[in-house]
C-alpha cells in the first residue's frame, strides 16, 4: 500500500476505530484519510486539503490535460493561491476550521457505499473538553459532533464532508451551559439573547454575569430614556451585582457634567430629568441630593420665564410646581428652600411686560438677574457649574 508522511500520528486501526495523537507514519486506506482531512481542516492546512480533496484533483487533472508539462507547476500554484484566498479567512474550509478548533477526534464507523462502488463512508466523532471550546451552533452549545466523509477508493480522497446533524450532543442544561450561552451572545453584543439565556442565576458568577449584562443593555436608557423596563433591569442589576454600583454612578456624573457644561440650551434641560432618574438608583446619596435641589429650583425659575408669556403659560406653569416641590422634597434646608422659593414668586409677580419678560429671563438657561441674585445669597446651597 502506498506509505504517506503525515504531520500527524493516527493510531493503527483498533476494532474499526481509529483516532488522532501526534506525528508518524501510516498507510492512505480511507479512514486514516478521513482523519488527515479532518486534521488538516482543524489546523487549517490548505496544502493537505488541497491535494486530498477530489474537486481539487480534478481541477489539477483539467490543468494538466489543457497545458503543457512545462507550464503545470505555474497554473497549478495559481489555481491553489486563487481558491485558498476564497476559502480563508471567511470562505468555506474557514468555517469548518471554527468549527472543529479545540476538538478531539476519532472515526467512530465506516461502510461502503454500496456493492457498485469502492468508495465508503467514514464517520468521524468530534469531542470537545469543555463549554468554554465548544461550538456555538444554532443556540446549542454542543459536546460532541459527527463528520459523515465520503472517500474514494482505496482512501485515494474526500469526496465530500458534512455534518450529521442528527448525532449532534449538546452539554446538558444546567447553570454552567446558560453562563457560557450568555458569555457568547454578551461578547457578541446580543446583551438581550443573552439575558433570556441567563434568566434566573444562582451562582455567584451567573450573577456577576446577569449584573454586567443588565448593565449594558439598559444603563443607558434608565438613565436618559424614560423606559421602567429599563430602571427594573437596572435595579435587579444592582441587587445582584455590587459592582454595577460606581460603574452607574460614574456613567450617571459624566453625563451630569456633560449636560451642565454644555453651552446649548436643549442640553442644559436634561440636567433635571436626568438627577430625577438618579436619585431613583442612589436616593441616600448627598451630592445627588444637592443637584436635585439645586436644579429643581433652577427649573422652576425657568418655568417661571417661559411660564410668563401668555402663549406658553399652559405649558410651562404645572411645571413651577412640579420644581419647587421637588426642591421641598430633597432639599437639606426647608427654610432656605421656602426663601428661595418665596423670592421665585415675588420676583417674576410683578412682570407683566415683554420687555420685563426679557430682562428677567436669560435665553442661556436662564441666567438671569434672579440667578445671579440667589448665587449671591446661599452660594454654597445654590452653586453651579458656570
Known amino acids: 500500500m502506498k506509505i504517506l508522511l503525515l504531520s500527524i500520528v493516527c493510531l493503527a486501526i483498533t476494532f474499526g476505530g481509529a483516532s488522532c495523537k501526534g506525528k508518524g507514519v501510516f498507510s492512505s486506506d480511507s479512514k486514516i484519510t478521513a482523519l488527515e482531512f479532518v486534521n488538516a481542516l482543524q489546523i ?24 503543457a508539462k512545462p507550464y503545470w507547476q505555474s497554473a497549478e500554484q495559481k489555481a491553489y493561491s486563487k ?61 460532541k459532533l459527527v463528520l459523515r466523509m465520503t472517500v474514494g477508493e482505496n482512501g485515494s480522497a474526500v469526496v465530500s464532508i458534512d455534518r450529521a446533524h442528527s448525532s ?6 444546567n447553570e454552567a451551559t446558560r453562563i457560557e450561552l ?32 443588565l448593565y449594558s443593555y439598559y444603563a443607558r436608557e434608565a438613565l436618559i430614556v424614560d423606559n421602567k423596563n429599563a430602571v427594573a433591569g437596572i435595579k435587579e442589576a444592582l441587587r445582584i451585582n455590587p459592582k454595577v454600583r460606581p460603574k452607574l454612578y460614574g456613567y450617571g456624573l459624566s453625563l451630569l457634567n456633560q449636560y451642565e457644561t454644555s453651552n446649548e440650551w436643549w442640553v442644559k434641560e436634561k440636567v433635571f430629568p436626568l438627577l430625577n432618574r438618579l436619585v431613583v438608583f442612589f436616593p441616600n446619596d448627598t451630592f445627588i441630593r444637592g443637584k436635585m ?19 406658553e403659560k399652559k405649558v410651562y406653569g404645572s411645571n413651577v410646581s412640579k420644581g419647587i416641590d421637588v ?21 417674576y409677580s410683578n412682570a407683566r411686560t415683554r420687555d420685563e419678560y426679557r430682562k428677567k ?26
Open 361 to 386: 429671563c436669560d435665553p442661556m438657561y436662564h441666567r438671569g438677574p434672579l440667578h445671579a441674585e440667589l448665587k449671591q445669597k446661599a452660594p454654597e446651597q445654590f452653586a453651579i457649574n458656570e
Open 44 to 67: 487549517q492546512n490548505f496544502a493537505i486539503i488541497w491535494t486530498r480533496y477530489l474537486p481539487y484533483q480534478k481541477q489539477v487533472e483539467t490543468i494538466r490535460n489543457e497545458n
Open 293 to 311: 435641589v439645586q436644579h429643581a429650583l433652577i427649573s422652576s425659575e425657568y418655568a417661571l420665564c417661559r411660564g410668563y408669556h401668555p402663549n
Open 168 to 173: 449532534d450532543v449538546p452539554w446538558s442544561n
Open 83 to 143: 481558491e485558498r484566498k476564497q476559502q480563508y479567512p471567511k470562505g468555506g474550509w474557514a468555517r469548518w476550521s471554527s468549527l472543529l478548533k479545540d476538538g478531539s477526534f476519532k472515526v467512530i464507523d465506516e461502510r461502503s457505499l454500496g456493492s457498485d462502488t469502492k468508495a465508503s463512508v467514514v464517520f468521524v466523532e468530534v469531542a470537545y473538553p469543555n463549554r468554554e471550546t465548544s461550538p456555538l451552533v444554532k443556540d446549542v452549545l454542543l459536546e
Open 327 to 347: 426642591a421641598k422634597k430633597w432639599g437639606s434646608n426647608s427654610m432656605f428652600t421656602q426663601n428661595v422659593i418665596n423670592q421665585l414668586l415675588s420676583t
Open 182 to 213: 450568555a458569555r457568547r451572545y454578551y461578547k457578541a453584543g446580543k446583551n438581550l439573547s443573552a439575558l433570556r439565556a441567563l434568566p434566573s442565576p444562582t451562582t455567584r458568577e451567573g450573577k456577576t454575569l446577569r449584573g454586567n449584562i
